[in-house]
């Protein structure tokens, strides 16, 4: 980089200030969207590493699922809470794409993903995704796709009902709450696949559960599950 276009970064940098999405701090150059600081101290799960982790314990006796794991934990102010906030809420699909990729390489150099054929994101329902502009969830598939080559398919499942928000709900109303309101729409390409249903963050498990128990109804479907953060220890 010359002299000039560096002298003009940092006054752009002054004007326009890039700051990390996880804890506020700025920047540096060669940095993107979260620092340094923050790659670092998120708290891996390594679920990834333990088929008999917290989440994949879950789904014991509720649905059959392969593999389950999770990027982070969902802690309140936690960096990474603050970067799904951010991905959610503020629209950036970037901080969602970015986060996949990262995870997607942990995920494929533990041989994670081998076996699975395709990625599927959890949909929300047409109306919220009007909304909000689009599916988080698809962002973080996008970032896990590109590092994995696994392709995604992001119309195979549909959200046929609306579920209401499941923050200030008891486990079983949020367990009831999603029974029933996803709907596999294009079987043929389903069919025989192992699929990986990618969320932003798991807390009870029963959308994920809901959309397994969809997909598993398919003639020689297996599900993996997996999200950027758990609320479950
Ligand atoms: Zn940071």
């Known amino acids: 980089m010359s002299y000039l276009s560096g002298l003009w970064d940092d006054l752009l940098s002054l004007l326009f200030p890039r700051l990390c999405y996880a804890c506020g701090n700025h920047l ?67 901080i969602g794409i970015e986060l996949g990729k990262i995870y997607g390489l942990i995920l494929k150099s533990s041989g994670f993903t081998e076996g699975i054929d395709m990625i599927i994101p959890v949909p929300l329902h047409p109306s919220r995704q009007r909304v909000r502009g689009f599916n988080q969830s698809d962002s973080i598939a996008e970032g896990i796709s590109a590092v994995t080559g696994l392709p995604v398919d992001g119309r195979a499942l ?8 499941q923050t200030k709900r008891s486990r079983y109303e949020r367990w009831a709450n999603v029974e029933g309101i996803f709907m596999a729409t294009d079987i043929v390409s389903i069919k025989g696949k192992h699929i990986l249903l990618v969320d932003d963050v798991i807390t009870t498990g029963s959308t994920l559960e809901s959309c397994a128990s969809e997909l598993l109804k398919i003639d020689g479907v297996k599900v993996s599950v997996t999200a950027l953060a758990c609320a479950v220890i």
């Open 28 to 94: 540096l150059r060669n940095e993107y969207l979260i620092c340094t600081e923050c790659h670092v101290l998120i708290p891996r799960t390594n679920y990834h590493l333990d088929s008999e982790n917290p989440v994949a314990k879950l789904f014991w006796g509720r649905c059959m699922i392969e593999k389950a794991a999770a990027f982070s934990f969902y802690n309140r102010g936690s960096r990474i809470r603050n970067l799904i906030h951010c991905l959610k809420y503020k629209g950036i699909k970037e």
């Open 158 to 165: 549909a959200r046929i009902s609306v579920s209401g928000t």
